[in-house]
């Protein structure tokens, strides 16, 4: 029986050593979650046996157990980096089998989808408006999330606010207006528009005094034409404020043929709210528009809560999906794949689905990594302990074989 009772405890000792020895050797894993050794001791005891005088018969291995403790974050400079802030995993399709991960190691594959090192790609929720800013997805429905890469699509000057102030004081032209002339307009001012095909197009607002105190006539014209696309007459109060524009809505039209390449009628509303007559020096306190001309891909951003933005060379940004998280009520239930990977078990529960930052699940920071949460000294520590351990049921052994070596020769 002692020869057992050490062979168990040398077991013990063993198994200890080899799972400290794993996570010595993952402790520059990405992701990896150390695991402890769990034992407990065995006690055999027949039928109608006295407790108090039973001896026990030794130890064995119960479990090996994840520890789900929180590695620190690395910083890096690749933007496709992902590390989870929190609870959750990332959730991957591997050839159509889904299995999880911490390690957030992505970059993009040749056809634009976001993967790891081990071609598995990684899952999100598709945005349902496309090619915008807007930040509602499909929550229904889980897929690979993929980058753009071609170029974002233009947009038409829809709308053009100009918020200026008119000197009160300036005196009517003595000639009608001629945009070619500048003596027959008081102040001008120009700005950018898009066509709908984005090809940016000069827009000059020029202003001629009336013949009444209040009264004013915006004109629009656009690149080297000679006549306005568009004419609105202002009128003021005694204080100064914009009392009337007309017509309204203040709606310039430049025609197809006009525009000389092929698009689409450009169609805009002047807005003139806030425009004053003050008695100061004529200024241009905003005049901007809503359109802009198309772009190329320059980079990707995704924030704490996985949302996926491409930016573009026009100064605009799209949403291409958001990151999706899955998290497990017992995650020490879960299989153990390698390579950094997981699969969920009946002992893991229910998975729960859901975006970084909601319910319990955690948020992301891009551009970093999760180390692994492996505490070298303490493995150290724990490497001594098993070491003792082996040493001590080694001896445990040795000294039974003494004993029963002279048993056997007592005479």
Do not use: C
């Not at 915006?218 to 524009?245: I, M, N, Q, R």
């Amino acid at each position: 029986m002692p020869f057992n009772i050490g062979l168990s405890g040398l077991n013990a000792a063993q198994a200890d050593l080899q799972t400290t020895g794993n996570n010595v050797s993952n402790s520059g894993t990405t992701g990896f979650k150390r695991s402890r050794a769990e034992f407990g001791d065995v006690f055999a005891q027949s039928f109608g046996g006295i407790s108090q005088t039973a001896i026990g018969s030794g130890t064995r291995l119960q479990a090996v157990t994840q520890q789900f403790s929180q590695g620190r974050t690395e910083f890096t400079e690749n933007g496709l980096d992902l590390a989870i802030d929190g609870e959750g995993f990332f959730v991957l399709n591997d050839q159509g089998s889904t299995v999880y991960t911490r390690a957030g190691e992505f970059q993009v594959n040749r056809d634009g989808f976001l993967e790891n090192n081990q071609g598995q790609q990684l899952q999100g929720y598709p945005p349902q408006n496309p090619n915008t800013t807007d930040p509602d997805f499909n929550t229904g429905q889980l897929g690979d999330i993929r980058l753009q890469t071609g170029d974002a699509p233009p947009q038409a000057t829809s709308q053009i606010e100009a918020l200026v102030n008119l000197r009160s004081d300036a005196e009517a032209p003595e000639d009608d207006f001629d945009l070619t002339d500048p003596d027959t307009y008081n102040f001008s001012s120009s700005l950018t528009v898009y066509d709908s095909l984005g090809t940016a197009r000069d827009a000059t607002v020029y202003f001629v005094k009336g013949d009444g105190n209040r009264e004013w006539t915006a004109h629009v014209g656009l690149d080297d034409g000679t006549d306005p696309y568009g004419s609105f007459d202002l009128e003021f109060d005694g204080s100064g404020a914009l009392s009337s524009v007309d017509p309204e809505p203040a709606q310039v039209t430049v025609p197809t043929a006009a525009l000389g390449n092929g698009a689409e009628p450009l169609v805009f509303e002047m807005d003139f709210d806030g425009t004053t007559q003050y008695g100061g020096d004529f200024s241009v306190n905003d005049l901007n528009q809503d359109g802009f001309a198309s772009g190329r891909l320059t980079g990707v951003d995704i924030d704490s809560s996985g949302v996926v933005f491409a930016r573009f060379t026009n100064g605009q940004s799209s949403v291409l999906g958001q990151v999706a998280m899955a998290n497990f009520r017992n995650p020490q239930g879960l299989e153990q794949l390698g390579n950094n990977n997981w699969a969920e078990t009946f002992a893991a529960g229910d998975r729960q689905l859901g975006a970084p930052g909601t319910s319990n699940l955690g948020t992301i920071q891009a551009g970093a990594l999760e180390a692994s949460n492996v505490d070298i000294a303490q493995e150290l520590v724990n490497l001594i302990t098993a070491q003792r351990n082996f040493q001590a049921n080694a001896q445990t052994i040795s000294t039974a074989d003494q004993v029963t070596q002279t048993i056997i020769n007592i005479r």
